[in-house]
């Protein structure tokens, strides 16, 4: 039988659970200067001017970003090396 998980499991998870860590991943984000419309999988998402449009190459996932949850949320990443 296929077992179906709720928030309300989210306490017996964290019990049984092994305690992960998610590795970054990183994203390319581009600020906007005009209102911006995105086309995501949830349905059409806004962003205004000053946001971002954010895009994950691994999914290939876009969606858009608040400005002020960039300032608080994200770091600039280190460099690509070549070769590594």
Do not use: C
Request: glycine share 8%; no cysteine.
């Amino acid at each position: 039988m296929r077992k179906t998980f709720t928030q309300a499991d989210g306490p017996n998870l964290v019990r049984d659970g092994e305690r992960m860590l998610k590795l970054p991943n990183p994203v390319y984000l581009t600020r906007q200067n005009e209102p911006f419309d995105v086309e995501t999988t949830e349905g059409t998402l806004s962003g205004k001017a000053g946001d971002f449009v954010a895009h994950d190459p691994i999914s290939g996932h876009v969606w858009p970003v608040a400005a002020s949850y960039v300032e608080q949320h994200y770091r600039p990443a280190e460099p690509e090396t070549v070769g590594a």
